[in-house]
């Protein structure tokens, strides 16, 4: 859910990884609300976690006083991120290699087959032409 990870986000961001329901509340608003960038950034996160429940998981802990985010949330969302930054990492070329390092990038290549299917559309659609037809019309 992109507003679990938002709220770990959140948590993460306060000093000592906590804040009240309001606080989280006010923050999780804005950032849901600041446009495209932030909304693709966290589906591209889910994507990694799709099953994610920071609740369960004991990623974030509730008490009287506010939300906390654990260091196992500190933990999950680094390994998230980093997950996620490794998929995005431009392929390097065999001419950028050293000298003895093989060619395949092995954290690169696990990532890549975590990657989404791709659109089965090869070809862009054709359209129909916009002049006078051979239909009769009434």
Excluded: C, Y
Aim: glycine share 4%; no cysteine.
């Amino acid at each position: 859910m992109s507003f679990q990870l938002t709220v770990l986000k959140v948590l993460a961001g306060q000093p000592a990884g906590r804040a009240s329901v309001a606080e989280v509340r006010h923050a999780v608003e804005i950032l849901m609300n600041s446009g495209k960038d932030w909304t693709d950034r966290m589906k591209r996160l889910l994507a990694h976690a799709p099953d994610l429940n920071i609740f369960s998981a004991r990623f974030v802990l509730r008490d009287l006083e506010g939300w906390s985010i654990t260091e196992e949330g500190r933990q999950f969302l680094s390994a998230l991120e980093t997950a996620v930054a490794v998929r995005r990492e431009p392929p390097r070329s065999t001419a950028d290699l050293p000298p003895g390092e093989p060619a395949a990038h092995p954290a690169t290549d696990a990532a890549r087959s975590l990657d989404p299917p791709t659109s089965r559309r090869q070809k862009p659609r054709r359209r129909r032409r916009n002049s006078q037809s051979s239909r009769r019309t009434a």
